[in-house]
């Protein structure tokens, strides 16, 4: 069974870094885009950035300059630096990857558990 496990999460103060990991288990042939979504208690989850497997990336407006997404594709793994934390950078954060059994096969998504990010002012 592939999973996506996560890791990273915590508490830091305002202005602080975190980075956050998250690493495919299981057999894949391919991944293809991997992201990071956040829900806050009361919203809706929301994207905050993406990386195709060539690496190309995109934030969503309220992090671009602070945070940076990064994949390792030996290892099957995601990476989210997060800079200049803000407290409504607070939520859980999850991984999100898409990947594929076989060559010619159907595309599957797989989410993480989930992170908890903490920012105190």
């Known amino acids: 069974q592939v999973q996506l496990v996560e890791s990273g999460g915590g508490l830091v103060q305002a202005g602080g870094s975190l980075r956050l990991s998250c690493a495919f288990s299981g057999s894949t042939f391919s991944i293809d885009i991997m992201g990071w979504y956040r829900q806050a208690p009361g919203k809706q989850r929301e994207l905050v950035a993406a990386?195709?497997?060539?690496?190309?990336?995109d934030y969503t407006d309220s992090v671009k300059g602070r945070f940076a997404i990064s994949r390792d594709n030996a290892k099957n793994a995601l990476y989210l630096q997060m800079n200049s934390l803000k407290p409504e950078d607070t939520a859980v954060y999850y991984c999100?990857?898409?990947?594929?059994?076989?060559?010619?096969?159907?595309?599957?998504?797989?989410w993480g558990q989930g992170t908890q990010v903490t920012v105190s002012s």
């Open positions: 999100n990857g898409h990947y594929r059994r076989t060559a010619a096969g159907p595309t599957f998504g797989v």
């Open positions: 990386i195709g497997s060539g690496g190309v990336s």
